[in-house]
């Protein structure tokens, strides 16, 4: 089966057709042609993503995106006009006398969660496609997209291989933070979420304040890493002086990484750290580290490396300690961390440490962190096949910003 697959739930315009073949628990994918086009330098002004600016782009990019992915994967030739902004696009493939019309098999776009303009760009031209091909349309979670990321590869093959059960994902992103739980495959429990800010979003806006560009994510890290090697050379490395990590109180993964973070002379909050729930809060965090800067008024590189470092630390202190809390309440077999914020190699080093040799932990290659159209095909072909019989009607596909797994 030939797929074609759609990603535009935020800033990240994705094309993606590949061949797939196997049942859910051993799908095998094979490449055909991956493209993406990123708006980052675009929202940069903003600060953010600006939903409006988003869509425009989206419209303009789908078109030629496609007609990219086509050639490259060499399926046919076509004269499909696609609408974007209101003008008429000719998409061409390469091969005389053959359309994707018989060589694409199913489309996949995803509906949620996301920006719901961004979201409604994509389904309005999957529709189309699929309407002038006939082929199957299907929707796709896009945090369901995230968990199975990690088995996805750039280029070539790769499979969906079995994992242990029960498993564990810590969905770290921009709009997102969340302990998904899964007994069963395919089967989804949100265990614990961001009460407030989406930790890729206090990353963000702390950047914001530390003079930073967006996205926030990369800047933070660097300037953390700097102080962090710059620790680890001296003789007086401590502690994190925030008594509520003390190890006697953490899950036994948890000590690990509270025995070898280092920190600086600036300590910030570890929110709801200690909470009997799975739940985070990044807000809290964030507002301390605007308290903090306007103490201190003038800041110097010293100053920014040194919160840099703390923020970071604090940040995925959090992260770290509910999902060892989560690990051990569960018994946890399978660890899987994804989402943009993954890519963050601190959080990575941690997450090493919590799953120690017993537990099983996936990372998405760093590539796949970000918004990608490979995921979602993906989990568009896994439900094609798990639901084949109830595959809905392109009309009853929306866009739904806040979609749950």
Known sequence: MRILSIETSCDDTAVTIFEARGGIRDAVFKILANNSNSQ??????????????????HQRNLPLLLEKTLKEAKLGQSRIQIFSNDKAVNVRGERKNLSPAKLIDLIA????????????????????????????LIPANHME??????????????????????????LVSGGHTQLVLMKKWMRYEIIGETVDDAVGEAFDKVARMLGLPYPGGPGISKLAELQRNMLLKRTDIF??????????????????????????????????????????????LKTAVLYLIRDIGKLNEKIKTQIALEFENAAVDCLVYKSAKAVEKY???????????????????????????KIKLLFPPKELTADNSLMIGIVGYLNYIKNKKRVPQPDSIKATGNLSL
């Open 109 to 136: 776009v995803t509906s949620g969660p996301g920006l719901e303009p961004a979201l409604w760009t994509g389904i309005v031209f999957a529709k189309e496609l699929a309407e002038k091909w006939s082929v199957p």
């Open 331 to 357: 018994k946890i077999k399978t660890l899987i961390v994804a989402g943009g914020v993954a890519a963050n190699s601190h959080l990575r080093n941690e997450m090493r440490k919590v799953a120690g040799k």
């Open 239 to 284: 502690l994190l002086k925030n008594s509520s990590c003390s190890p006697r109180r953490a899950p036994k993964s948890f000590q690990k990484h509270i025995s070898s973070a280092q920190s600086s002379e600036i300590t910030l909050p570890r929110p709801m750290l200690h909470s009997k729930n799975f739940n985070f809060s990044f807000s809290g």
């Open 145 to 170: 997209g995230h968990i199975f990321s990690v088995f996805g590869k750039g280029k070539g093959k790769f499979k969906v291989k079995k994992l242990k059960l029960p498993a564990l994902a810590l």
């Open 40 to 57: 980052i330098k675009i929202h940069i002004p903003y600060g953010g993503v600006f939903p409006a600016l988003a869509k425009r782009e």
